[in-house]
């Protein structure tokens, strides 16, 4: 079992940045990728990165590409998403994720460990 608490949403300017955060607890090294979606309310539930564990590859939704980085920190067990050059329709609740196995990494459902979520808001 995996445990994920994400952390550092908040309220920001467009073309500001925010660092989100993600602590994990229990199996993480049994999950084959980790990553990071977000909901906007009356939307689904959307892929927008995630990193393979054992070598660090990393994957990104277009229209986040070259404005957040995923990344790492074995030590601390945390999970981090840099978000940069913010806008509006990033608006939405950041959730962290942990799966074992490979597949179509921008299916919510098969995504097997969730946090509770994180707001972010990004005003105009």
């Known amino acids: 079992q995996v445990q994920l608490v994400e952390s550092g949403g908040g309220l920001v300017q467009a073309g500001g940045s925010l660092r989100l955060s993600c602590a994990t607890s229990g199996r993480t090294f049994s999950s084959a990728f980790m990553g990071w979606f977000r909901q906007a309310p009356g939307k689904e539930r959307e892929f927008v990165a995630a990193?393979?564990?054992?070598?660090?590859?990393?994957y990104y939704t277009e229209p986040v590409k070259g404005r957040f980085t995923i990344s790492r920190d074995n030590a601390n067990k945390t999970l981090y998403l840099q978000m940069n050059n913010l806008k509006p329709e990033d608006t939405a609740v950041y959730f962290c994720?942990?799966?074992?196995?490979?597949?179509?990494?921008?299916?919510?459902?098969?995504?097997?460990?969730w946090g509770q979520g994180t707001q972010v808001t990004v005003s105009s």
């Open positions: 994720a942990a799966r074992l196995t490979g597949g179509n990494l921008a299916t919510a459902g098969q995504w097997g460990n």
């Open positions: 990193i393979r564990w054992r070598d660090f590859t990393t």
